[in-house]
């Protein structure tokens, strides 16, 4: 054993007693490389114990008193004088027991690891996995009803949304053109657009009343639907929410009021994610509405929407108009201004 290399063929004296009824004798004890031997004075071997497998009766006492593991009748004793072969058999003891398996650490190691595991999935795997479920779970009717309960809420915060029986149908048609359910304006608040779930897009009255062309209304309500489709509103809304509003919402079929005011509240000073200019130009395409109007409305100088003005899909064509100039009068004066 490498702990004990210098102790080997180590010899000392010592007393022997082979059985509890039997007297105790004087042997000589030999250290070997994985065996303690205990001879007789003529050389003879009485008996031979495993150096893995001796224990100490009396730790710190003297005369030292050693057994064969699982064998308390069979002694060895040392006399104090015999130090250096009880301090090999202390260091040899030692070793043996650092090198011995520790279940219990390893059951701690198991329990701490699978803990970790179960933990990580908790916080990073299961809120991801309960949204996506409800994003799938949830129906149309229940997206719509979240979405007006929102909209009721960030009324109280940008003002009563405008709303005239004039320019209703004109928004209507507009809406389904651009493929959403409802585009409602907001008199204040919103710097531009929002989608809330369940098809409602919200525009600011700015994008009506300080604008000629329709076009431009009608570009941000088809970005809004592009980033619904690249993140879903009601996914957006749970997130903010937490497990917490997930999980209501999943064994309810409600969201909370409070998370709902709480959202509210941030959602209309949001920055807006940009839209690949690539999905954009596929949306002008499919609405046949022009895309230079938006691109223009967007950045003036056309610096940062170039992609849009130069590959306009409606270059050179004649798409129906956006809205008649009658219907777009309507519009813009439907907050009155």
């Known amino acids: 054993m490498t702990a004990l290399?210098?102790?080997?063929?180590?010899?000392?004296?010592?007393?022997?007693?082979?059985?509890?009824?039997?007297?105790?004798?004087?042997?000589?004890?030999?250290?070997?490389?994985?065996?303690?031997?205990?001879?007789?004075?003529r050389n003879r071997a009485l008996t031979h114990w495993s150096l893995a497998a001796i224990d100490r009766q009396n730790p710190g006492e003297t005369p030292a008193i050693f057994t064969p593991d699982g064998d308390p009748d069979e002694t060895l004793e040392f006399a104090a004088s015999e130090a250096e072969m009880v301090a090999?058999?202390?260091?040899?003891?030692?070793?043996?027991?650092?090198?011995?398996p520790r279940p219990g650490r390893l059951r701690l190691a198991g329990f701490l690891t699978v803990s970790a595991v179960v933990l990580g999935l908790l916080v990073f795997w299961l809120p991801g996995a309960m949204r996506?479920?409800?994003?799938?779970?949830?129906?149309?009717?229940?997206?719509?009803?979240?979405?007006?309960?929102?909209?009721?809420?960030?009324?109280?915060?940008?003002?009563r949304a405008c709303r005239t029986t004039a320019s209703a149908p004109a928004l209507a048609r507009l809406a389904r053109r651009t493929g959403v359910r409802q585009i409602v304006v907001l008199p204040a608040g919103l710097p531009g657009s929002l989608f809330l779930p369940g098809g409602i897009v919200l525009v600011n009255k700015a994008l009506v009343e300080d604008y000629e062309d329709p076009a431009v209304l009608a570009g941000h309500v088809l970005a809004e639907r592009q980033r619904a489709l690249l993140a879903d509103p009601l996914g957006t809304l749970l997130e903010a929410g937490g497990?917490?509003?997930t999980f209501r919402l999943l064994t309810t079929g409600e969201v909370g009021d409070d998370m709902l005011d709480g959202y509210a509240e941030t959602v209309l000073a949001a920055p807006r994610p940009l839209v690949p200019e690539e999905r954009m130009l596929t949306a002008f395409a499919e609405a046949e509405v022009p895309a230079r109007p938006y691109a223009m409305a967007v950045d003036v100088t056309g610096e940062s929407v170039l992609g849009l003005i130069e590959a306009d899909p409606m270059a050179g064509k004649t798409p129906p108009p956006v809205m008649t100039d009658r219907d777009w009068v309507q519009v813009q004066n439907i907050c009155g201004g």
């Open 132 to 159: 996506r479920h409800a994003l799938d779970v949830v129906p149309t009717v229940k997206r719509m009803e979240i979405g007006e309960a929102l909209l009721t809420r960030l009324e109280r915060l940008a003002g």
């Open 243 to 245: 497990v917490r509003a």
């Open 5 to 41: 290399r210098k102790y080997q063929r180590l010899e000392a004296p010592g007393l022997w007693r082979a059985a509890a009824d039997t007297q105790r004798r004087e042997v000589v004890v030999s250290l070997g490389e994985a065996t303690l031997t205990i001879s007789d004075f």
């Open 88 to 100: 090999a058999l202390e260091r040899l003891r030692q070793a043996v027991d650092r090198a011995r």
